[in-house]
């Protein structure tokens, strides 16, 4: 039977927290990455979110970013490597710290936003998050763009790494995503991102708007929680899933699930 893990960015919106969102979209996916003070978050968020993840029974990641909350990690920075390393491990440690108030340990590591996009293009970037995260720990898997160089990195450094693709994000013909800047960016019809899920866990690969097939391998798919109706999104591409009789797989089960 194959398996995909199906995750979300949580802790990092007040508002998906207070009006139930975040606890609805936990029942539909396996991994949680959670803003960790960054980008955005702080410890009570990072506790709420935590504990809706082990209600759940879903495994809880760091989700490191530039600390820039005003524009939510989404501008790259022009920082010096060490400046990166050390606000990557500032990140995770602070979760882990809570985390371990909560009974729990962290599973996974995926960098947010421009953090991440760079990353996915610049080697240098990704072997520096890789080295803030081993500074505390080497147990965990690494989340990264599948096919992309951070990858490499990351299993250079001697982490287990999980490949990821897209539920609800429109791919381009060299594998990318395309530009949030068109306005077909985003796949928010719950049908479309829940065929898309079910290609990608099945091995097709991805269409793009022309028509084009992509080969994408993933071990995990993201899900956007800030997607206009995500929860109906999230409870498509799950149920999508089940009856293309795809096994849905936390990545805290790091012998199985990732590579």
């Known amino acids: ?43 009570a968020m990072m ?17 490191p970013g530039y600390e820039d909350r005003e524009n939510f990690g989404r501008l790259e920075l022009q920082l010096p490597l060490e400046s990166i390393r050390d606000s990557v491990y500032r990140q995770v440690t602070a979760l882990a710290a809570v985390a371990e108030k909560c009974g729990t340990r962290v599973s996974h590591v995926k960098a ?12 240098t ?15 965990v898997v690494m989340v990264g763009l599948a ?28 594998g990318s995503l395309r530009a949030r800047k068109f306005r077909d960016a985003l796949l928010d019809r719950p049908e479309d991102a829940a065929a898309q899920t079910v290609r990608i866990a099945e091995g097709h690969g991805v269409l793009t708007r ?6 994408v391998e993933a071990q995990t798919i993201c899900i956007h929680g800030d997607t206009p109706g995500a929860v109906r999104i999230a409870e498509a591409v799950r149920s999508a899933l089940v009856h293309a009789r795809i096994e849905v797989r936390g990545l805290g089960n790091q012998e199985e699930a990732t590579i």
Not at 150 to 174: H, I, N, S, T
Request: hydrophobic share 40%.
């Open 147 to 174: 096919g992309s160089v951070m990858l490499d990195e990351f299993r250079a450094m001697g982490f287990r790494v999980a490949a990821e693709a897209f539920a609800d994000r429109r791919y381009e013909k060299d």
């Open 47 to 63: 506790r709420a979110t935590i504990e809706q993840a082990l209600r759940h029974g879903v495994a809880v990641g760091a989700h």
């Open 112 to 123: 947010h936003g421009a953090l991440y996009n760079r990353a996915a293009r610049d080697k």
């Open 210 to 215: 022309e028509g084009e097939v992509v080969p």
């Open 1 to 43: 039977m194959r398996r995909i893990d199906l995750n979300c960015d949580m802790g990092e919106l007040p508002e998906m927290l207070a009006d139930g969102t975040q606890e609805a979209l936990m029942g539909f996916i396996t991994s949680a990455n959670v803003a960790c003070g960054g980008h955005a978050g702080d410890e």
């Open 125 to 139: 970037v990704a072997r520096a998050i890789a080295e803030g995260v081993r500074r505390w720990r080497q147990d």
